[in-house]
């Protein structure tokens, strides 16, 4: 059954920040509000699908956010393509933020609210020779936005929402082990292709 009237009002004003962040980051400012919009309209058209049981209604419209986001590979996967990064916060590891784990130096920062106390500051690139610059933050978002689906929503998921493991298997309807196992594989994949690309 759809959920309608104040209980759907109370819903979008309390998560709509937090889904737009997450989409915008996956595709850029320009095309995250139609998204959100699709990705909201979806979750109260299929509401009683969220078992409390499961998890949060953040994490259930991150999921639903996620399905929308499917039909928005091409525009996702040049949008990643295009980050370059500016930042004071870059550690010894190379491959940081999306690889080392490491949260000093956030991978990419929408200006909006849900993201106002994160520090580094993204700049898209004016094409994608730019973005093929021998820099370790191009690599590693090159080799990113060719992740199978799946597989960069898993990633991303975990270093640029910051969700634990189980919070993952829960958005995306997969076993905690299954998404365990996915992110150790994923980190070796991402050094690997990044190492190459380095060579």
């Keep these: ?5 104040a209980a759907a009002a109370r819903l979008y004003d309390d998560h709509v920040d937090a889904v737009h962040a997450l989409v915008a980051r996956r595709v850029g400012g320009a095309a995250a509000p139609a998204i959100t919009g699709s990705a909201f309209e979806l979750a109260l058209r299929t509401w009683d699908r969220f078992d409390t049981d499961r998890g949060t209604e953040r994490l259930f419209l991150y999921g639903v956010a996620i399905k929308t986001l499917r039909a928005h590979q091409d525009a996702e996967r040049t949008h990643l393509q295009s980050l370059q990064f500016s930042t004071d916060a870059l550690n010894d590891n190379a491959l940081d933020p999306l690889v080392s784990g490491q949260r000093s130096a956030p991978a990419m920062v929408v200006e909006h609210e849900a993201n106002k106390d994160l520090l580094g500051r993204p700049t898209a690139a004016t094409d994608h020779n730019a973005a093929r610059a021998k820099t370790p933050e191009a690599r590693v ?8 689906p799946e597989d960069r929503d898993i990633i991303l998921l975990s270093l640029w929402e910051s969700c634990p493991q189980s919070s993952i298997a829960e958005a995306l309807e997969l076993s905690v082990s299954s998404v ?11 050094k690997t292709a990044v190492t190459k690309a380095a060579s």
């Design 180 to 190: 365990r196992s996915a992110l150790g594989r994923i980190r070796r994949e991402l």
């Design 141 to 148: 978002m090159l080799a990113v936005a060719e992740l199978d």
């Design 1 to 5: 059954m759809p959920l309608t009237g």
